[in-house]
C-alpha cells in the first residue's frame, strides 16, 4: 500500500501543479486572501474539509504547499513570508483515507477547494507522514523556484 500512496501522491503533485479546475466558482473574482502554508495545515486540521454537497471530512495530517508561482504569491511585508492564495493539499482523515486537492483562501478563517483525488488509504498517521513529506518537500522546492511578487498592502 506505501508504494501504492507514494505513486499516487506523486502523480496528484505534478497534475494539481498544473491542474485548472472546471469548477465555475473557482473563476469567480480572485481573492485577496493570501495564507502561510502553516495556516493552510492548521486551518485544515481544526475545521475539518466540506464538500460542495455538504459532506463532511475531519483532517488528522495534512501538508500544504503554496502553488502558482507569482500569479498567486505574495510575500508579506518585510520580506519575512511567504504567502498565498493556491494550495496543494495532501490530508489524512481519522479513517485513514488520503486525499489531496488544490485550496484556495476566501476569508481569515475561509477556504474552499477543488480538484479533490482520492489517493489510498493509511491507517497509520506516522507512515503518512513519512510518505507525504518528502513529495511536500520536493513539490515546495519547485514552487519556491518560480518565484513571489512583492508586497502590496
Known sequence: MKAGILIAAVTAALLLGSASSSNAQTRSVRTTWYWTPGLCKSSLVKYGMQFTDNRVFHVANAFCVGSGGVKT???SSGHRYRLYDRFV???RSYDGVVRSFVLHPTAKDGYRADTFKVLGRESDSTRFN???RPIATALARIEQQKGCAPYSP
Open 73 to 75: 504569491c505574495e510575500w
Open 130 to 132: 513519512t510518505l507525504v
Open 89 to 91: 493539499a495532501f490530508v
